[in-house]
């Protein structure tokens, strides 16, 4: 089946699916009819027998049989004005997803559960397909209510600052004027999702460190909102730049702002895009933004 992707969408699928390994339904029934083989006597085994029977989304799009599974499972949020107050099944916070490590009692997690309650758990996916069957059934962001929000978060962070997995790390975030990307809002939060889940965001996962082993994805998650003139979409990392002495982890979060802007948005590097309701590619630790703006921002 051709592919209808272009761009950063294809890279990013593609992505999501070199760094998984599909695993074989088929291979036992494969290997059934070679019982009889003698001790110690070696069968040799058709690949392609092993083959014929594998059905992937791509060759059958209704009756696949193998799953391309992602890296990370992930979890789909959402919030709006019209669930927030209303008498519909409320997950408490405490059956919610955790981070390894019970939550400590403080004000900061209060507040968090209280917003909790009208933030809804839509599904949680770890497959390519699962998530191409969510995106198909959802509403896209340029149809969403005002004050809506769309929430895509590894399994297991909830999407609010005070998770132990989000709360010494920060955004990045762009807003947009909405008569102006109404028409490409869509599209953006679409290679948005797929750069998380495929796990593009982050340059350095292609390189090792000392013991052998990529390090942690800094992205924990990705936001999209939509506001009465504007929308906004940001991308959450579980570390930010604290000092100077952070300069390795400075070069790493800008080149996750550097990715989000030249290859899931598509603006040239050194394009600038302030102007009424416009923001540039920014980035604040979360820390600073509970300081009102007075923070220092990043901008790529």
């Known amino acids: 089946m051709a592919s209808t992707l272009n761009g950063p969408a294809l890279a990013a699928t593609r992505a999501a699916l070199s760094a998984a390994m599909a695993d074989n339904p088929t291979a036992n029934n494969a ?3 070679f019982d009889d083989t003698e001790p110690g ?9 092993q083959a014929e029977g594998i059905r992937t989304v791509f060759s059958d799009p209704t009756n696949f049989n193998v799953k391309h599974p992602l890296y990370s499972p992930w979890t789909l949020w959402f919030d709006s004005p019209m669930t927030k107050n209303r008498n519909l099944p409320q997950t408490p916070i405490s059956a919610m997803p955790q981070t390894p490590g019970p939550m400590p009692p403080t004000p900061g997690v ?35 209510p005002q004050k809506a929000n769309y929430y895509l978060f590894k399994e297991g962070i909830i999407p ?6 989000n709360k010494n790390g920060g955004k990045w975030s762009i807003q947009l004027p909405k008569d102006k990307n109404r028409s490409n809002v869509d599209k953006m939060w679409l ?14 996962l292609t390189t ?17 909102s939509t506001r009465p003139q504007f929308y906004r979409i940001s991308i959450w990392t579980r570390l930010a730049p604290a000092g100077e002495d952070d300069g390795s982890l400075k070069e790493r979060i800008e080149g996750v702002g550097r990715h989000f802007k030249t290859s899931v948005l598509g603006y ?33």
């Open 41 to 49: 006597e070696v069968q040799e085994i058709s690949m392609e027998a």
């Open 191 to 204: 290679y948005t999702m797929l750069a998380a889940i495929g796990e593009t965001f982050d340059p350095s």
């Open 110 to 144: 209060a507040a968090a559960q209280g917003w909790m309650e009208d933030i809804k758990r839509v599904i949680s996916f770890d497959s390519v397909e699962e998530f191409w069957g969510l995106y198909n059934n959802i509403v896209p962001p340029s149809a969403l």
């Open 208 to 224: 090792l460190d000392p013991t052998g082993s990529p390090p942690n994805s800094l992205i924990t998650g990705v936001i999209v």
């Open 160 to 165: 609010a600052w005070e998770d132990e997995a």
């Open 31 to 33: 290997n059934a009819n």
């Open 268 to 300: 040239p590097d050194n394009a600038k895009l302030a102007g009424p309701l416009a923001t540039e590619v920014e980035f604040l630790s979360h820390k600073d933004s509970e300081k009102k703006g007075k923070g220092k921002k990043i901008i790529v």
